[in-house]
């Protein structure tokens, strides 16, 4: 007698299965950046992009800001899911502020320099090469922060502020119990850590995200074994695999000033938060505010986006929780639509 079959054996499925992990081990890395783009302005290693509008529809353009963790390619991973392209798309005109990857010679660059000498001038560029009055500032995780600390010293005319996954109350923590009775115990000793490192090392910033993810954490080569058969899940965990581990060092003197002032001070919900000589209080925030939250973000809690919604001086202010985790947001395009569908009343549309 012939064996029985195994009904709960896929053959075609098996074999999609492993011919794909074959690809991810040998093509080359997926073709990220593909929207068009030119460069505006340069400082350092910071390169101010703009994106034109396939045709445009809106006088206010758009101005990303992204963390100091990351590489900011997130926004624009792959077509037809590129946060960037879908806003083109839409008829904006959008600008990013990309950091680049500080070298030892950046160790000295604090936050008030980023915010001072980089972003605000980048602002001004972005606004005088547009020929708008005013521009709409979007921060994306840390990006958010520091939108929203420089959007309370700006002198520039931000008409809109939009924030997703953003940190701005401390206090709660993300990551284990240890660290953080460390570093607000003093435990942690911050200082001596950047005086023999100068930046923070990539991988150092590699393992701190992936402990925030602990108890549970599994290499990402199981998600892709288990999901191998679906080309199109493939695609995107290829491309979301060359961000995650494509991490950059964060200059010494700004990850110093952010441990200090807001992950041990928690100065900028206490309105304590000094950028150069001037104070960066929220209230002094009056742009029309857009917050988003996800609602599987494991890595910034809604606790921690929502009290700037009590903190500014707003009129028009907008909270807004979305079924997506902290990067799906960009990493599916879903950011796009949901600026779109606040923002577009709010552009001055020709």
Same mark, same amino acid.
């Given at each position: 007698?012939?064996? =029985? ?8 499925? =098996? ?23 030119? $460069? ?24 990303? *800001? ?18 960037? $392209? ?6 904006? =005109?959008?600008?990013? +502020?990309?950091?680049? %990857? ?12 980023? %915010? $001072? ?30 939108? /929203?600390?420089?959007?309370? %010293?700006?002198?520039?005319?931000? &008409? ?5 996954? *953003? ?13 953080? $009775? ?7 000793? %911050?200082?001596?850590?950047?005086? *023999? ?16 993810? /602990? ?42 000033? +952010? ?7 928690? &100065? ?18 009056k742009a029309n ?17 929502k009290p700037i919604?009590?903190?500014? /001086? ?16 960009? +990493? /599916? ?18």
């Amino acid at each position: 007698m012939a064996p =029985e079959k195994n009904p709960s054996f896929d053959f075609e499925k =098996e074999t999609n299965r492993w011919k794909n992990i074959v690809n991810v081990l040998m093509e080359p890395e997926p073709k990220i950046g593909q929207t068009p783009r030119n $460069e505006v302005w340069k400082k350092n290693k910071s390169v101010l992009w703009h994106y034109p509008a396939k045709q445009k529809k809106y006088e206010i353009p758009l101005f990303f *800001v992204y963390s100091l963790f990351n590489k900011s390619y997130i926004l624009d991973i792959a077509p037809k899911t590129s946060v960037i $392209e879908g806003l083109t798309n839409l008829g904006y =005109e959008v600008y990013l +502020l990309d950091w680049g %990857i500080p070298g030892y010679e950046d160790k000295k660059i604090g936050l008030d320099t980023y %915010i $001072e000498k980089y972003l605000r001038t980048a602002v001004k560029r972005a606004i005088r090469h547009s020929g708008a009055d005013e521009i709409t500032l979007i921060g994306y995780c840390l990006g958010g922060t520091i939108a /929203s600390i420089y959007a309370a %010293i700006a002198e520039e005319p931000i &008409k809109n502020l939009v924030v997703a996954t *953003v940190p701005i109350d401390f206090q709660p923590f993300i990551g284990p119990d240890k660290w953080a $009775e460390g570093l607000r115990n003093g435990d942690v000793n %911050i200082d001596q850590f950047i005086d *023999v490192y100068g930046n923070v090392p990539p991988q150092f910033v590699a393992g701190m995200f992936r402990a925030m993810g /602990s108890p549970i954490y599994f290499t990402h080569y199981t998600t892709l074994l288990h999901r191998a058969d679906d080309s199109t899940y493939v695609e995107k965990w290829r491309r979301m695999n060359k961000w995650t581990l494509d991490q950059v060092p964060f200059a010494g003197e700004a990850f110093r000033q +952010l441990a200090k002032d807001l992950f041990i001070g928690n &100065k900028l919900v206490k309105g304590e938060l000094w950028i150069g000589n001037k104070r960066a209080d929220l209230k002094n925030i009056k742009a029309n505010l857009y917050v988003i939250s996800g609602s599987r973000d494991n890595l910034v809690l809604e606790e921690q986006s929502k009290p700037i919604m009590d903190l500014v /001086s707003s009129e028009d202010k907008t909270y807004t929780v979305v079924e997506s985790g902290h990067v799906g947001l960009a +990493l /599916s395009g879903l950011l796009s639509k949901i600026v779109n569908q606040w923002a577009a009343s709010r552009s001055n549309p020709l």
